[in-house]
Nanobody, 119 residues
Framework: QVQLVESGGGLVQPGGSLRLSCAAS????????MAWYRQAPGKQRELVAA???????NYADSVEGRFTISRDNDKNTVYLQMDSLKPEDTAVYFC?????????????WGQGTQVTVSS
């Protein structure tokens, strides 16, 4: 029973900040790579930020320097701190977990949370 439960989305003005949270259950969280993806209307889903089990991070060029991904293994939670938000950041943001379960590589997704950046 794997669940990724997201929170923190909403409406924010350009230049503002939001912090998204994703709480995971049903997986050995500490060994999973975690990531945030987003999908805007009419566009492909894209990787926003990722963090490995060892803490290595990477970011899409479009968010580098503005967004920060982090994880708290004690809380089984991954975060996305979003600063200096722009209207083009508007999208549905999805939490993603990748790891090995039952001897195979597995990918799990959260339900998605809407982020709208507008004045």
């Amino acid at each position: 029973q794997v669940q990724l439960v997201e929170s923190g989305g909403g409406l924010v003005q350009p230049g503002g900040s939001l912090r998204l949270s994703c709480a995971a259950s049903g997986i050995t969280f500490s060994i999973y790579a975690m990531a945030w993806y987003r999908q805007a209307p009419g566009k492909q889903r894209e990787l926003v930020a990722a963090i490995t089990s060892g803490g290595t991070t990477n970011y899409a060029d479009s968010v580098e320097g503005r967004f920060t991904i982090s994880r708290d293994n004690d809380k089984n939670t991954v975060y996305l701190q979003m600063d200096s938000l722009k209207p083009e950041d508007t999208a549905v943001y999805f939490c993603n977990a990748e790891g090995t379960r039952w001897g195979r590589s597995r990918t799990y997704w959260g339900q998605g949370t809407q982020v709208t950046v507008s004045s």
